[in-house]
């Protein structure tokens, strides 16, 4: 950052102000005026009147300021918080003890798959939906429906897309796993009915969506600290047998379905 500079005329400015005692056009420090105060009294009195004035109202804007901009925060939580409504309704909340679930320990993009528990998180539509006159809600940017000036556009759930990621990681480990315990070939490692999906990039993408995402729902769930031996508690989380309250999974999963832009399963 740039220092601040001060110009020469500023300068001899302030030190003529500083000297003002010594200008003859000035009374002398110590004059007496005729009702008996002197002289220099009355204009640092003048200056410090002066100075809490400024600070008033600098600190009164600031208040104003601060005030904005709370306001402005505000009212983007709220319009955000209109939107969904006025999309999804008032989504239920719902109690999930986190629990352990091996079922998952498959690859979901692999040919064995298409029944898997994987692909049973995927509404019907994939999570993407049809948004009509996305326009009146503030929206823009999604894939156009139609030609129409404010037709309707295809947008998709967050949480599909998150799961879809997440799938795609799983996908991309199993197959790891397997080629260095010598369960399957090299070549395997790139089989995928989308090659795009099993892409070094979009894993990478995928990486890093997930972070951003974890980080955007802001989970404070308080969590207990692990079992140990004998059933002790032990220091460290695994984060099973902890309550959380979530929105509704098969709220968000049956709104999907119905209102599905595209007839289309699977999670890759």
Not at 147 to 176: N, V, W
């Amino acid at each position: 950052m740039a220092g601040i500079r001060y110009d020469q005329a500023a300068d001899s400015e302030s030190a003529s102000f500083l000297r003002e005692s010594e200008d003859p056009k000035l009374p002398a420090r110590g004059a007496v005026r005729r009702n008996g105060t002197s002289s220099h009294i009355a204009v640092p009195r003048c200056l410090a009147y002066t100075a809490l004035l400024f600070m008033f109202v600098n600190f009164v804007t600031l208040i104003a300021i601060l005030h904005i901009v709370s306001l402005d925060g505000q009212l983007h939580e709220r319009i955000e918080s209109g939107l969904s409504e006025t999309l999804f309704g008032k989504i239920p909340k719902s109690t999930v003890v986190f629990k352990p679930d091996k079922t998952f320990n498959v690859d979901p993009f692999g040919p064995d798959s298409l029944e898997g528990p994987w692909n049973n998180l995927s509404p019907y539509g994939k999570g993407h939906i049809r948004v009509e006159n996305p326009s009146a809600l503030g929206l823009s940017g999604g894939f156009p429906l139609d030609d129409s000036k404010h037709g309707p556009e295809e947008y998709t759930i967050s949480m599909f897309h998150q799961l879809h990621c997440l799938a795609a990681i799983q996908s991309k480990m199993s197959r790891l796993l397997d080629w260095y315990h010598d369960t399957n070939d090299k070549e395997y490692l790139k089989f995928s009915l989308n090659q795009e999906h099993m892409s070094d990039d979009h894993i990478y993408h995928c990486v890093d969506y997930i972070r951003q995402s974890i980080m955007c729902s802001g989970d404070t769930t308080l969590e207990k600290a692990r079992a140990g031996e004998n059933g002790k508690p032990a220091r460290g989380v695994d984060g099973w047998d902890v309550v959380h309250e979530c929105p509704s999974f098969d709220a968000i999963f049956q709104f999907a379905a119905a209102h599905r832009s595209r007839n289309i399963t699977g999670i890759q």
